[in-house]
């Protein structure tokens, strides 16, 4: 089965400019996660959605970022002005069902510096 | 939230086991232990995960303590290739499935 995809893999901006990142997940998962990794750091959740739902956004810094999952399926997260701080690895994930013990299938990730 | 603690680093030798410990001493009843790994350059990838007994899988064993205050990732023989940073997670039961990682351990494995 394909993986979960995720564009760009790359992309420079710089402060103050606005940024998206597209996530495909694998076809049936209801849930879909955003993470970002800092260099040398584990990821951190910024979001998670069940279905077309928020379901945890308590670390999205919501001045600036926002995602959202229309339909249920394709999710993006938008960085609108980005920082310095945001320069990180954005990864998406998705998993069959929350609230079981089914894992989590990560997509390659995209990583962004803001310069 | 109960935490994890790993070492920073270990070094294996190749064709070798390796033990990869984790200390979860604020463990509450309902805390799936779960192991990730992600290797150079990729997301994460789910190595295994256990709640009370252990468990075994075809890329690795876990080994939980009696008391359910530590676990040991064990790979039974060590390749280039298993060469990555291995998570140590607690997830909730009643948590939607969230993973809160730490640092984690990162395995480095001399031909």
């Known amino acids: 089965e394909a993986g979960v995809a995720q564009s760009p893999r790359y992309k420079i901006i710089e402060k103050r400019q606005s940024v998206a990142f597209w996530c495909n997940p694998i076809?049936?998962?209801?849930?879909l996660y955003w993470y970002q990794q800092i260099l040398g750091q584990g990821p951190k959740l910024l979001i998670q959605?069940?279905?077309?739902?928020?379901?945890?956004d308590s670390q999205l810094p919501k001045d600036r970022f926002s995602a959202e999952r229309l339909k249920g399926v394709d999710s993006t997260l938008k960085i609108q002005p980005a920082k310095l701080e945001d320069s990180a690895v954005y990864l998406c994930?998705?998993?069959?069902?929350?609230?079981?013990?089914?894992?989590?299938?990560f997509g390659p990730g995209t990583r962004l510096t803001v310069t | 939230d109960a935490k994890t603690t790993q070492p920073n680093s270990m070094e294996s030798n190749e064709e070798e086991p390796v033990h990869l410990p984790c200390n979860h001493s604020?463990?509450?009843?309902?805390?799936?232990i779960h192991w990730y790994r992600q290797l150079p350059s990729q997301g994460p990838e789910y190595v295994i995960h256990g709640l009370t007994s252990n468990v075994n899988n075809r890329m690795a064993s876990l080994a939980i303590a009696e008391d359910r205050k530590s676990s040991t990732l064990i790979l039974h023989r060590a390749t280039l290739r298993d060469a990555a940073v291995y998570y140590c997670?607690?997830?909730?039961?009643?948590?939607?499935?969230?993973?809160?990682f730490g640092g984690g351990t990162r395995l480095m494995v001399k031909p």
């Open positions: 604020t463990i509450s009843g309902t805390d799936y």
């Open positions: 994930a998705s998993s069959k069902v929350a609230g079981s013990s089914y894992e989590q299938y």
């Open positions: 959605f069940q279905n077309n739902g928020v379901v945890d």
């Open positions: 076809s049936g998962h209801a849930t």
């Open positions: 997670i607690l997830r909730k039961n009643n948590a939607g499935n969230m993973l809160t």
